[in-house]
């Protein structure tokens, strides 16, 4: 009999495993459909020796120092701080827009009080902020609206920005200075020996049993336990009752290079043309030593895994009903990206599944997850 089963072994599954076994010394079967850990930031070398990124690229930042200090239990850090350049008019320009963007893009030479001023020339005042769309154009007009976000938005997510939740295009800023960081978070990194090798480490414990390949469906008659957390689609386990939520996925082609590095940096973004919406070499992010080069192209599809919960009205209210729903399942914690239905980064997922560990076992967050960082 097992305390918990944990079903996926993504972030959400591996955090809550990890810190159940070790913290309160329960006994835990984790398992995953996919024949991995790591869930979606599952890392592995391919055919030519490169460390690459299964599901697409993953970059770490975080601003909780907690969060940061307890993965920092299960890994060092490679210093990373990620660039991404955006394609358009046939030039590279920094994305988010900052100055050099402006000047790059309109051939001027404005200081950051002017480029402030010009960019308030340019916005279309909102009353409300409400869309995607009202957010960049509430900021920096319609033009760079137009050649920036519209049309990647359009590939990536299937939608206009006019029909997505403000948040999507928000998690992008506007910047009037010449700071190039995709994030500018506190801590950022990679870690050193890759996401597997962390995962592997968390779930090393001998109060930790893994199944991988196996589904829930599988085993939910087979397995004894006491209490279930479920990281996979929260539609899914109660089938579908009340309709389908929405994902995106992605198809991810992979092309290797017999050359050290062919991108300036490690993402470069292709809003307006191409079928793919970015490019990602690896070897920026990792920092490999390897004769040849890997780069992935995403294209957003809506067949396949469910990669994107998408934030628009029509699912925030189908997914309130499965979560009250969720509500009367006793024993039943649902978790992660696909177990809340949220837009959440890793370290979000890290900091959710801290926090509901500790709410099942009654303890308080930070001083549960502390303890044990330090070693007390
Ligand atoms: P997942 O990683 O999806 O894990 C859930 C697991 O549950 C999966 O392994 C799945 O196989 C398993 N599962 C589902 N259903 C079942 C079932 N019925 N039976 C058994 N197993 C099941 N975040 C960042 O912070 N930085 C980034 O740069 C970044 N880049 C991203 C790029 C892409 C392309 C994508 C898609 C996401 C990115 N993210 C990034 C987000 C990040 O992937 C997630 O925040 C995080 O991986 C979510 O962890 P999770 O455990 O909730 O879900
Ligand atoms: N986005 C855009 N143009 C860009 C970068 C981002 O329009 O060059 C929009 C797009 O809608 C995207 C969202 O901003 O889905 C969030 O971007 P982010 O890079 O955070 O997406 P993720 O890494 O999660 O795919």
């Given at each position: 009999?097992?305390d918990?089963?944990?079903v996926?072994?993504?972030?959400?599954?591996?955090?809550?495993?990890?810190?159940?076994?070790?913290?309160?010394?329960?006994?835990?079967?984790?398992?995953?459909?996919?024949?991995?850990?790591?869930?979606n930031?599952?890392?592995h070398?391919?055919?030519?020796?490169?460390?690459?990124?299964?599901?697409?690229?993953?970059?770490?930042?975080?601003?909780?120092?907690?969060?940061?200090?307890?993965?920092?239990?299960?890994?060092?850090?490679r210093?990373?701080?990620?660039?991404?350049?955006?394609?358009?008019?046939?030039?590279?320009?920094?994305?988010?827009?900052?100055?050099?963007?402006?000047?790059?893009?309109?051939?001027?030479?404005?200081?950051?009080?002017?480029?402030?001023?010009?960019?308030?020339?340019?916005?279309?005042?909102?009353?409300?902020?409400?869309t995607?769309e009202?957010?960049?154009?509430?900021?920096?007009?319609?033009?760079?609206?137009?050649?920036?976000?519209?049309?990647?938005?359009?590939?990536?997510?299937?939608l206009?920005?006019?029909?997505?939740d403000?948040?999507?295009?928000?998690r992008?800023?506007v910047?009037?200075?010449?700071?190039?960081?995709?994030?500018?978070?506190?801590?950022?990194?990679?870690?050193?020996?890759?996401?597997?090798v962390?995962?592997?480490?968390?779930?090393?414990?001998?109060?930790?049993?893994?199944?991988?390949?196996?589904?829930?469906?599988?085993?939910?008659?087979?397995?004894?336990?006491?209490?279930?957390?479920f990281?996979?689609?929260?539609?899914?386990?109660?089938?579908?009752?009340f309709?389908?939520?929405?994902?995106?996925?992605?198809?991810?082609?992979?092309?290797?290079?017999?050359?050290?590095?062919?991108?300036?940096v490690?993402?470069?973004n292709?809003?307006?043309?191409?079928?793919?919406?970015?490019?990602?070499?690896?070897?920026?992010?990792?920092?490999?030593?390897?004769?040849?080069?890997?780069?992935?192209?995403?294209?957003?599809?809506?067949?396949?895994?469910?990669?994107?919960?998408?934030?628009?009205?029509?699912?925030?209210?189908?997914?309130?009903?499965?979560?009250?729903?969720?509500?009367?399942?006793?024993?039943?914690?649902f978790?992660?990206?696909?177990?809340?239905?949220?837009?959440?980064?890793?370290?979000?997922?890290?900091?959710?599944?801290?926090?509901?560990?500790?709410?099942?076992?009654?303890?308080?967050?930070?001083?549960?997850a502390?303890?044990?960082?330090d070693?007390?």
């Amino acid at each position: 009999m097992y305390d918990f089963l944990i079903v996926g072994a993504g972030f959400a599954g591996s955090v809550a495993a990890e810190r159940l076994a070790t913290l309160h010394n329960k006994r835990v079967l984790v398992i995953d459909k996919r024949d991995h850990v790591g869930g979606n930031a599952y890392d592995h070398l391919d055919e030519h020796g490169v460390l690459i990124h299964k599901y697409g690229p993953h970059i770490f930042h975080t601003n909780s120092q907690l969060v940061w200090r307890y993965l920092s239990q299960f890994t060092e850090w490679r210093p990373y701080e990620h660039r991404v350049l955006s394609s358009v008019n046939g030039k590279l320009l920094p994305i988010p827009i900052n100055l050099d963007t402006i000047n790059g893009y309109y051939g001027t030479r404005l200081n950051a009080e002017e480029a402030e001023r010009f960019l308030e020339s340019l916005a279309e005042p909102r009353e409300q902020i409400r869309t995607s769309e009202d957010v960049i154009i509430s900021k920096v007009g319609r033009e760079l609206y137009e050649k920036f976000f519209r049309n990647y938005t359009l590939k990536q997510w299937g939608l206009d920005p006019s029909e997505l939740d403000s948040s999507v295009i928000a998690r992008v800023p506007v910047r009037t200075n010449t700071d190039d960081r995709y994030f500018t978070d506190e801590f950022q990194g990679m870690p050193v020996d890759g996401y597997t090798v962390m995962f592997e480490r968390m779930l090393n414990h001998p109060n930790i049993s893994t199944m991988l390949a196996t589904d829930f469906q599988a085993v939910r008659n087979s397995v004894q336990y006491r209490e279930m957390i479920f990281t996979g689609p929260i539609d899914e386990f109660f089938d579908y009752r009340f309709g389908a939520l929405e994902y995106r996925s992605l198809h991810f082609r992979y092309e290797n290079h017999d050359a050290n590095l062919v991108q300036p940096v490690a993402v470069i973004n292709h809003p307006n043309e191409h079928p793919w919406t970015r490019v990602t070499e690896f070897k920026h992010l990792t920092g490999q030593k390897h004769s040849s080069t890997t780069l992935v192209y995403e294209y957003p599809t809506n067949e396949g895994d469910p990669y994107y919960p998408i934030p628009r009205a029509v699912n925030k209210e189908l997914y309130l009903r499965y979560r009250t729903l969720s509500e009367q399942a006793p024993g039943v914690y649902f978790s992660g990206r696909l177990g809340t239905y949220r837009y959440y980064n890793m370290d979000q997922v890290v900091a959710q599944s801290l926090a509901l560990c500790d709410r099942i076992m009654g303890t308080r967050r930070d001083y549960a997850a502390l303890q044990s960082v330090d070693g007390a």
